[in-house]
């Protein structure tokens, strides 16, 4: 299973989360630098679109695990928050398509 590693220890807003997602799951350089934009680029990863640097096979998943996920809690929840709802509201969008989920949240 492919994994996207996010570090929870320099991730203290939303712009060092968008600087952060923005390097780490290979976002063009047109990426929003919002969590609508966030959502776009990782709907369409078994497709080649190109908005991200994963492409994933028919039925396989993307791990999205954030490290020091405490820190993170501790500077911005809402930043957990969110994710947890955007990769919900992503998976139910493959869902939609016939797929299966994409991806899975992993809080280390």
Known sequence: MPTASL???IITSWESFHNESA???G??????RNMS?????LSYLRDEDGMSKFRLKENEILN????????LRQHAAEIIEEL????????????DYGEKPALKLTLR
Do not use: Q, T
């Open 7 to 9: 570090n929870g220890d």
């Open 23 to 25: 390097k780490v799951f």
């Open 27 to 32: 976002f063009p350089e047109f990426y929003g």
């Open 37 to 41: 934009a966030w959502i776009d680029c």
């Open 64 to 71: 999205i695990e954030v490290l020091h996920s405490e820190k």
């Open 84 to 95: 947890e709802f955007c990769i919900s509201a992503i998976n139910e969008r493959y869902d």
